[in-house]
């Protein structure tokens, strides 16, 4: 081990050691080493890009499989609404490649402008910041005879009718009927 008084502290290189370093270079092959190690480093970006950015649209229950799984359960039309293009394209990958393509749809909108009045069956997977706020929206443009499915996390203020899983696997089902009598009853001077 060297003696302390030998030990070189780095404290950045300025301007002219950038430039010497680069003239040295200058002229130099790269050799397999320097390819290796450029191609190394642009894997470790492109990944590194993939986990911040689209890693975290991959969910544990992505909606390729929620629309998927509402078609073969007969419910059409099956309408997914997602804002990443990405999942997006590879939702319809899985939905033709297991047949149903025909029979669902991805629609790249924001599910906080769209028209939730003509639907009949409703699964949700997002974040429990917004559930509150969906609640609203939903209580506002869904249908009495409506069924909400919840994935992942419960919706904050609702009552479920039925909840089926365990951990991540748990969802919440609840009928917008009995949802809309429950907040009129909490409304003081309303009836039921």
């Known amino acids: ?17 950038a430039l010497d ?8 092959s790269l050799g397999g080493w320097g390819l290796l190690q450029i191609a190394g480093g642009t894997g470790l970006v492109a990944y590194s890009v993939w986990a911040l950015v689209l890693m975290p649209g991959f969910r544990r229950v992505p909606l390729k499989l929620q629309v998927l799984e509402a078609a ?20 319809y990958f899985y939905a033709w490649k297991s047949g149903y393509h025909s029979q669902v749809s991805y629609l790249r909108e924001d599910l906080w402008k769209v028209r939730l009045h003509d ?5 949700v997977f997002l974040a429990p910041s917004v559930l509150s706020l969906l609640e609203k929206k939903m209580l506002e443009e ?3 005879d409506t069924r909400v ?5 419960p919706l904050p203020s609702w009552a479920p009718s039925t909840v089926i899983g365990e951990g991540a696997e748990r969802a919440w089902a ?7 009598q429950a907040a009129a009853a909490k409304q003081p001077g309303t009836e039921v």
Not at 1 to 14: F, K, N, V, W
Not at 119 to 123: F, G, Y
Not at 174 to 180: A, G, I, K, L, N
């Open 21 to 28: 370093v680069v003239s040295e270079l200058k002229g130099k």
């Open 1 to 17: 081990m060297a003696a302390p008084s030998e030990l070189l502290c780095y404290g950045g290189m300025d301007e002219d050691g």
């Open 174 to 180: 609840y009928d917008m009927r009995t949802v809309r």
């Open 149 to 153: 499915v919840a994935g992942r996390f």
């Open 72 to 91: 073969r359960r007969g419910f059409c039309p099956a309408v997914g609404y997602e804002l990443n293009p990405w999942l997006i394209r590879l939702s």
């Open 119 to 123: 639907c009949k069956n409703v699964s």
């Open 142 to 144: 869904l249908p009495d």
